[in-house]
């Protein structure tokens, strides 16, 4: 495996889907606290920073069992490091070297730009810059303006680049890591979806032997990817539990039912809709909403869990982005929003807990689902927060709401997948705003409620932008909402993006 020690870059994430995409198994961990180097590590990767070298709590990592023991690829800040301190000299740029670069490796011969053009596109984000390399590194590649762009130690396998091979618009970038990762380093690319699906039914079946298993499924990839692996391992000693908060989209809860039922997976499917809306009841705070909704959640799926006999075991389909510590640059981050997830489920349950994705970025879930006959259609589906519609319908949550917000719904989605945009947008849905307004139908005056559609690009929700959707679209969208929806006399277009707003309005 690779290792890839954070720096708290915002690229982070991407070195590892970059790697894993050619089927390298890779981790990614703080700079200043990693695991052991032994032999299944075969290579180091030090990534970009947001710190500078020279500031006084600029981020240094304990190398000593790394640097000159396997390979190491130090990018951006990651490469200024190694040179700064082995005595090179890094400045602060005359320019700011940011964005599109030419890159010069016509005259190297250096293993790292095997295959690559000998004029070709990199991509620079630093304000620093090395000047001056010190005797025992070489340079192998230069842009126009930044002579030592990047470097290797003449007797070691130690590089530095000072650009980033990760983003798209390096454009020979992934060639790039991969002579690093398969030629230098020497990676097996063995990391499939098939060796994982089987490693990890092999693993399960050696934990879990013959324990029983309780699962939250949530109609989503993640918890169906999770269910569908644990099935194959321990078969019917796993139970799953699909909660109806009543804050699903129109008809979810009985279609995702179904559809769990040809993938033959035990489900207990509980319509908890009335204590959810219940407790609703006057409550408009967006915080208590969540509150509300995560706990309703928790006391429900509890409840049922504990009819079960003899259940030892919480699965669940966590995935790699929540398990990485990364490194955060401005402390620990203010709560936005309370995100409602199972986090509370197995302190209150005196559970094990087992999470065979544990290791995966969304895409790799994909894949596994893929290979496990999961259907595109299911595995396509846009996100869709643990709360539900309860974020989505601002003010008080009463059921005519959520049946307006669901009729809607039903309609902007539907429209989306007859238009063949669903599968382009990463995640599409309606709010339903406490505002009402004067409209006219026939020679009625209306006073009637605004719905907005939203709909936004994004790799991992941590920004996104709105998504230009066609305006004869949106006029038949808003059409068909007005005409058919009882209740809603004005349609709007979010067009906002994160940051600074968020994607869901609560
Ligand atoms: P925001 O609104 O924070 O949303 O920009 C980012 C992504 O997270 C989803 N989301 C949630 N997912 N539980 C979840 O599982 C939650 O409480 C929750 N709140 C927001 C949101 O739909 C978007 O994809």
Redesign the pocket.
Known sequence: KILILDFGSQYTQLIGRRIREMNVYCEIHPYNHFPAIDQTVKGVILSGSPYSVHQPDALIPDLEKIEGHVPVLGICYGAQYLCYSQKGKVEASETREYGRAMLNVGFSQSPLFEGISERTQVWMSHGDTITLLPDHFECIASTDTVKNAAFKIKNEPTYGIQFHPEVYHTTEGSQLLKNFVVNICQCQQNWTPESFITTTINELKAKLGNDKVVLGLSGGVDSTVAGVLMHHAIGSNLTCIFVNNGLLRKNEFENVLEQYKHMQLNVIGVDASDRFLNDLKGISDPEKK?KII?RDFIEVFNAEAKKLTDVQWLGQGTIYPDVIESVSVNGPSAT??????VGGLPKEMHLKVVEPLRLLFKDEVRRVGSALGISQKLLGRH?????GLG?RILGEVTSERVRILQDADAIFIDSLIESGLYDSIW?A?TILLPVKSVGVMGDERTYENTVALRAVH?TD??T?DWVHLPYDFLAKVSNDIINKVRGVNRVVYDISS?PP?????E
């Open positions: 969540r995560g936005i929003k309370s995100h409602h997830n996100p869709f927060p643990g709360p974020v995640q849905g994004s929700g941590m996104a994160k707003a968020t994607i869901e309005w």
